[in-house]
Nanobody, 126 residues
Framework: QVQLVESGGGSVQAGGSLRVSCATFGSPYSIYSINCMGWFRQAPGKQREGVATISTDGSTMYADSAKGRFTISQDNAKNTLYLQMNSLKPEDTAMYYC?????????????????WGQGTQVTVSS
């Protein structure tokens, strides 16, 4: 069992930056079983979409909408996942969720992920 707790969301004007964090809790075996961690977002009336993922070897993957603006990273010592978001746009407004996958490989497809946090709201005003 893995528990995920997001923080760091908020409101910002277009062009601004935010960093969201995701603390990971669980037994050493549960933490060891994680193969991939990712950030997803869901805006009202829209499907949940993948934003960025990072595997245990540090390989990253980004949605086209995030490339060049967002950076995913992890601090293994703190069991914490981060998403640095720069040059934010109003269309980035959404609830942001972190998730982990214990299956092989990384993907931007939400159903691949086993555990989810409760989400943190990011609002970008124009």
């Amino acid at each position: 069992q893995v528990q995920l707790v997001e923080s760091g969301g908020g409101s910002v004007q277009a062009g601004g930056s935010l960093r969201v964090s995701c603390a990971t809790f669980g037994s050493p075996y549960s933490i060891y079983s994680i193969n991939c961690m990712g950030w997803f977002r869901q805006a009202p009336g829209k499907q949940r979409e993948g934003v960025a993922t990072i595997s245990t070897d540090g390989s990253t993957m980004y949605a086209d909408s995030a490339k060049g603006r967002f950076t995913i990273s992890q601090d293994n010592a703190k069991n914490t996942l981060y998403l640095q978001m720069n040059s934010l746009k109003p269309e980035d407004t959404a609830m942001y969720y972190c998730a982990v996958r214990t299956g092989y490989g990384c993907s931007l497809w939400a159903p691949d992920y086993n555990y989810w946090g409760q989400g943190t709201q990011v609002t970008v005003s124009s």
